[in-house]
């Protein structure tokens, strides 16, 4: 599913002028425990005017510990450093839409997660890697991914927190 542009409604705000269109993307969180929740992220379509959008990732990135999350059940304010793994269908909102530099490969994996149940603390898929000179093994590409680590699904991509994966599996070294 890809996102759609809206207007979110803040029925105690002072007047139009507060209101800033947003990009509504519908994610998936796991966050440690196994507490899994689904609802929206609203991102900024322009962040500045020779930029793109806003993406999920710049999202986790910024520096505040909490977003909010609009649910069916009204708005959660998220911890960020407790989400172990966050699920959205399109690699553009998710912020890998860029170009890569060098060669692009991409190795079949299955993850591990500590402190998040079986059913979603295991992920079959596939990490995107680019092999620039100073990153030329899936090691390097790993071991340089900071705090989120991309994984390729069959219905759209995981962002993992690094610091709830507890192993990564090639398939390709099975026999």
Not at 62 to 70: G, K, R, S, Y
Not at 94 to 106: F, N, Q, R, Y
Not at 115 to 134: E, F, H, M, Q, Y
Not at 164 to 174: K, Q, T, V
């Amino acid at each position: 599913m890809r996102s759609s542009l809206v207007w979110p409604v803040d029925p105690s705000s002072a007047g139009d002028q507060l209101h800033m269109k947003k990009v509504r993307v519908p994610v998936r969180l796991v966050l440690d425990g196994g507490w899994r929740v689904q609802g929206d992220v609203w991102l900024v379509p322009i962040v500045e005017p020779a930029s793109e959008r806003e993406r999920v990732i710049d999202l986790l990135d910024a520096e505040e510990p909490f977003f909010p999350l609009d649910t069916t059940e009204g708005v959660i304010l998220v911890r960020k450093s407790r989400i172990a793994r966050l699920d959205v269908a399109s690699p553009v909102d998710a912020g890998l839409e860029d170009e890569p530099t060098g060669e692009v490969s991409s190795e079949r994996v299955v993850i591990d997660l500590c402190g998040v149940p079986d059913d979603d603390g295991r992920l079959d898929g596939r990490l995107p890697w680019a092999s620039p000179p100073d990153r030329a093994r899936l090691l390097d590409q790993v071991n340089g991914a900071g705090e989120w680590l991309p994984v390729e699904r069959r219905d759209g991509l995981s962002l993992v927190a690094t610091r709830y994966i507890r192993s990564i599996i090639l398939e390709s070294s099975r026999g």
